[in-house]
C-alpha cells in the first residue's frame, strides 16, 4: 500500500480480479455511513 504499482501492472490485476455478476445490470457503489455507524466511529477514533 505504500508504492505504486505500474500501471501495467496494475491492469494485469485489475482484470485478474474483476467480479463476475450474473446479472450485467449490477455496478458496484461506496457503500454509505448511517448516523448510527458515524457515531460509533467517531466514539473510538475521537473527531
Not at 6 to 24: G, N, T, V, W
Not at 26 to 35: A, E, G, R, W
Not at 37 to 46: P, V, Y
Request: with cysteine.
Amino acid at each position: 500500500m505504500s508504492t505504486c504499482l505500474q500501471p501495467s501492472h496494475a491492469s494485469l490485476i485489475h482484470k485478474r480480479y474483476e467480479p463476475h455478476f450474473l446479472k450485467k445490470s449490477v455496478t458496484l457503489q461506496c457503500p454509505k455511513i448511517d448516523h448510527s455507524m458515524a457515531r460509533r466511529m467517531k466514539e473510538r477514533k475521537g473527531p
